[in-house]
Structures are given as C-alpha cells and as structure tokens.
T-cell receptor, first 115, second 112 residues
Framework: GENVEQHPSTLSVQEGDSAVIKCTYSDSASNYFPWYKQELGKGPQLIIDIRSNVGEKKDQRIAVTLNKTAKHFSLHITETQPEDSAVYFCAATTLFTGGGNKLTFGTGTQLKVEL | DAMVIQNPRYQVTQFGKPVTLSCSQTLNHNVMYWYQQKSSQAPKLLFHYYDKDFNNEADTPDNFQSRRPNTSFCFLDIRSPGLGDAAMYLC???????????FGPGTRLTVT
C-alpha cells in the first residue's frame, strides 16, 4: 500500500518568513496530492492540491510543487502570519476500484508562526 | 453554510456502552468516509460508502460498524467502546469522479 513520509514534524518561523514542508510517497499509482490544514479541535481543511500532470500550483501565499519522478511534493507558504499556525497534513490519493478515493496521510507538521 | 455536519461535537460514553456518531452533508456527494484520528496522529480511514455500497478497510476492528440510510446521512456505531477508541472521529465526503474530500468538524469521543 501507499506510504507517505512528511518532514519536518515541527516548524517554527518568524512572522513574514517562508515555511516549507516536504513529503514523499511510494505508490506510483497515486495521482492527486492534497494538503490539509487542521486547527486545534477542528476537522482538516483542504487548502491546496495538485494533480500528477502538473508540476506546480500557486494560490496567493501558498504553493505546491510536485516531482513525480522522484515522488516528492512540497508545500510553500510565503509571508507567514500567526493565523497560519496549525498542523498541516500532506496526502497521496489512489482510487478505489468501486468508486471513491483513498487518502494516505503524512504524519503531519506542527507549524508555529511567532510574532 | 455548513456542508459536512457532525453531531455531537463532543461525546462521552462509558466503557462497553454502545455509542452512535452521526454525519450529514448538504453537498449531495455520493461517497462518504469515516476516519479515526488519535491525538497527534494523522486521520486513519475506517470505511467508506460509495452510494449504498459499504467498503471496510482491512484493519478496521469489527467493533466499528456503519449505516447509511440515505445520501445525506451516515452513522458510525461503536458496539463496545474501549479506552483505546477515544479519539476524534471525522466524516468526509467526495463526489464521484472528483478527488477532493471535504471533512466535517469531527466528534471528540471520550471513553470513561
């Protein structure tokens, strides 16, 4: 089955700095890579995603890159703000035969943005 | 404008006493998922429904069951909760042919 590794497990940055979180996956059949932000006591919120036929995607201060050959993908947050503090999960997605899709999550990164 | 709703948000049950968690959605998505998330861990898929077809993950304990009476609602039943079942339970939905999964706010289950 799919295995997703995520680094670092904790990341502390100063407000205004950039943050980078990296993930690797093992199953070449994975073709969709979402990133979720989870605040304390809340459900994961989809913040950006990338499909396997795309190398980079940007949405305002966040961007994702995908290297399908190396099975690496990364989340980049620029101009970090205190409200960016949360746990971030990467995931790799494979399709179920009967419909729907399976998310395999990374272990999460606790991002803390300090004033 | 809540799209995936979970009730209750917090549930306390006694060891061995059956408990039911509920999920509803206004997205009309045909796929619904239940995840278990223990403290400081990633969500772990328990099972999912594609329409009325139930699909269990191989390592989901028999203690966990689910029902989906219609498109909008899905229930998670824990027949005999143990202390190890204390966790956040997350419901998610997706639309057939689309990858995106949307999560509810979760139900925090405490077992005493």
């Amino acid at each position: 089955g799919e295995n997703v590794e995520q680094h670092p497990s904790t990341l502390s940055v100063q407000e205004g700095d950039s943050a980078v979180i990296k993930c690797t996956y093992s199953d070449s059949a994975s073709n969709y890579f979402p990133w979720y932000k989870q605040e304390l006591g809340k459900g994961p919120q989809l913040i950006i995603d990338i499909r396997s036929n795309v190398g980079e995607k940007k949405d305002q201060r966040i961007a994702v890159t995908l290297n399908k050959t190396a099975k690496h993908f990364s989340l980049h947050i620029t101009e970090t703000q205190p409200e960016d503090s949360a746990v971030y999960f990467c995931a790799a997605t494979t399709l179920f035969t009967g419909g729907g899709n399976k998310l395999t999550f990374g272990t999460g990164t606790q991002l803390k943005v300090e004033l | 404008d809540a799209m995936v709703i979970q009730n209750p948000r917090y549930q306390v049950t006694q060891f061995g006493k059956p408990v039911t968690l509920s999920c509803s959605q206004t997205l009309n998505h045909n796929v619904m998922y239940w995840y278990q998330q223990k403290s400081s861990q990633a969500p772990k898929l328990l099972f999912h429904y594609y329409d009325k077809d139930f699909n269990n993950e191989a390592d989901t304990p028999d203690n966990f069951q689910s029902r989906r009476p219609n498109t909008s609602f899905c229930f998670l039943d824990i027949r005999s909760p143990g202390l190890g079942d204390a966790a956040m339970y997350l419901c998610a939905t997706s639309r057939d042919g689309y990858y995106e999964q949307y999560f509810g706010p979760g139900t925090r289950l405490t077992v005493t």
